[in-house]
């Protein structure tokens, strides 16, 4: 992969499409508008790298990989000859805007800018930005390095070209890509996250089930299955013929469930401290780090068999 993509802002998801994206091979720019954080981030990025090394995920040495990142003392630095953007700054619109038209006016004429945002819709983060049409969202999964899929999510002025340009960056540094044909709150991954989270705190507030017994159905159950087929593809795999025959089959029970026209759980309720006490019984705050350090490192099992299964196809 022989281009060169800017990393803004470095938190843990700047620090890790760092990694993502010298591992395919870029040049990697990295600048962060707070003093001292690029550097501060450099060894927490090669401690990412080193990771990755022990799962068996890098083609070459991590000092390879970590050569061809280069942190940059400021925004037109790491701008300079940057074919694609990619920025994460904090959540916030007026910090997205007064960046993005940071970016917008010290970038290459055509490089893409893309933003790591969860939720803000890119026809906000990017009114009045002067190059409009290539500018979008690029939404990954925490973190981008770990999990294959990201969101491309265009604003109303976003051209094709631009849409294009950044799907096949993120195909070529080995990313299955979800492009969205317009804008929606909460863009695709999280509205699907959402609808689970609902149901999961409605049956944590009727009684019906503890937290730990949704996280089981989910991790032992539905996420094994969803690992290797999505649900369209379940359904269709579940009925003889298919998915039109599923729904004959299946529908009614779906329909008599009534499943999201109940009211929403309020999740700062007291379903909030059911399910604070359960999971605080069972990892102490303190103990977070670890546990996602731990956390990582089956999802590079799980990275390494996708990218065993795409070099064999």
Not at 102 to 110: V, Y
Request: proline residues 5%; charged residues 25%.
């Amino acid at each position: 992969m022989s281009r060169r993509v800017a990393i803004i802002g470095m938190g843990l998801v700047g620090r890790s499409w760092a990694v993502d994206f010298a591992r395919a091979g870029a040049r990697v720019a990295l600048w962060d508008a707070m003093d001292g954080v690029v550097e501060t981030s450099l060894s927490q990025t090669r401690q990412l790298v080193s990771d990755m090394d022990g799962a068996g995920l890098l083609s070459e040495t991590p000092e390879a990989i970590l050569s061809r990142i280069n942190p940059c003392s400021s925004l037109s630095e790491a701008l300079f000859g940057a074919d694609y953007i990619q920025e994460n700054t904090p959540e916030r619109i007026e910090v997205k805007h007064d960046v993005l038209t940071a970016i917008e006016a010290n970038a290459q004429p055509d490089a893409v800018i893309a933003s790591s945002t969860s939720g803000l819709l890119p026809s906000a983060m990017f009114e009045n930005i002067a190059s409009a049409r290539r500018c979008l969202v690029a939404h990954p999964l925490n973190p981008p390095h770990l999990i294959p899929a990201v969101e491309l999510v265009p604003g109303p002025a976003t051209d094709a070209a631009s849409l294009h340009t950044a799907r096949m960056i993120l195909e070529e540094t080995g990313h299955v890509v979800v492009t969205l044909q317009r804008e929606i709150a909460g863009f695709v991954m999280n509205r699907l996250q959402g609808a689970v989270l609902d149901e999961a705190f409605r049956l944590v507030e009727q009684g019906i089930v503890g937290p730990e017994d949704v996280d089981i159905a989910l991790r032992d159950g539905l996420a094994m299955r969803w690992s290797v087929v999505g649900p369209f593809e379940t359904i269709d795999l579940n009925a003889p013929g298919g998915v039109f025959d599923y729904i004959d089959r299946y529908g009614p029970m779906y329909d008599d469930l009534s499943i999201g026209s109940e009211g929403r759980a309020d999740w700062k309720g007291p379903v909030r401290d059911v399910v604070t006490a359960d999971r605080r019984a069972r990892l102490a705050v303190d103990q977070i780090p670890a546990r996602t350090k731990w956390r990582d490192a089956r999802l590079a099992e799980i990275a390494r068999n996708h990218l065993d299964k795409r070099e064999k196809s």
